[in-house]
């Protein structure tokens, strides 16, 4: 997982994850990762926080649209 505040990466954490878990769980995971740490990384007062979060995955981008989709 990458943060990057505008061309300069902030944040670059790994998360080892057990066996069984499949790729789109590791995806989502990264995704909240990220988005808990959003708030703490030093950013000038007069930048905004805009987010993009940048995916292939069906599965992932359907999960965030419709938070109460589990499947």
Same mark, same amino acid.
């Given at each position: 997982? !990458?943060?990057? =505040?505008? *061309?300069?990466?902030? =944040?670059?954490?790994?998360?080892?994850?057990?066996?069984?878990? &499949?790729? $789109?769980? !590791?995806?989502?995971?990264?995704? !909240?990762?990220?988005?808990? %740490? %959003?708030?703490?990384?030093?950013i000038a007062e007069n930048r905004p926080r805009t987010i993009g979060i940048y /995916?292939? &995955?069906? %599965? /992932?981008?359907?999960?965030? *649209? $419709?938070?109460?989709?589990?499947?």
């Amino acid at each position: 997982m !990458a943060i990057f =505040v505008g *061309k300069e990466l902030k =944040v670059q954490l790994k998360f080892l994850l057990e066996n069984r878990c &499949s790729s $789109n769980q !590791a995806e989502q995971l990264a995704i !909240a990762k990220a988005l808990e %740490i %959003i708030d703490a990384i030093d950013i000038a007062e007069n930048r905004p926080r805009t987010i993009g979060i940048y /995916t292939d &995955s069906r %599965i /992932t981008i359907d999960s965030l *649209k $419709n938070v109460n989709n589990h499947s």
